[in-house]
């Protein structure tokens, strides 16, 4: 499966913006899919995750209550919505796929599939 993600951009402290993620070339609906981001200097992180009907979703505690991830399998696309956005939430967001699908997983290393990135940036 192939991954594009789009959606960054600029904004400031508190403000939001909806990432997202489309597939291609493969049943979006076989895959768990999953957020990262990686600030420079440091190291990619998970963000979200969500099982293939979106029943199960996870999230970093940094992002909990301010991020939502959800999916339309219609549209073979994942979502993050990120509310309430804070400077240190800047990075280049990843979409990643994994064959998971039932359990999707905090650990990179178990997603087979990943995009291209995206940069956000909250300003102060």
């Known amino acids: 499966v192939q991954l594009q993600a789009f959606g960054g951009g600029l904004v400031q402290a508190g403000g939001s913006l909806r990432l997202s993620c489309a597939a291609f070339?493969?049943?979006?609906?076989?895959?768990?899919m999953g957020w990262f981001r990686q600030a420079p200097g440091k190291e990619r992180e998970f963000v979200a995750a969500?099982?293939?009907?979106?029943?199960?979703?996870l999230y970093a505690d940094s992002v909990k209550g301010r991020f939502t991830i959800s999916r339309d399998n219609a549209k073979n696309t994942v979502y993050l919505q990120m509310n309430s956005l804070k400077p240190e939430d800047t990075a280049v967001y990843y979409c990643a796929a994994t064959r998971n699908k039932y359990m999707p997983s905090r650990d990179s290393r178990e997603y087979d599939y990943w995009g291209q990135g995206t940069l956000v940036t909250v300003s102060s």
């Open positions: 969500i099982s293939w009907r979106g029943g199960v979703s």
């Open positions: 070339g493969s049943t979006f609906s076989s895959y768990g």
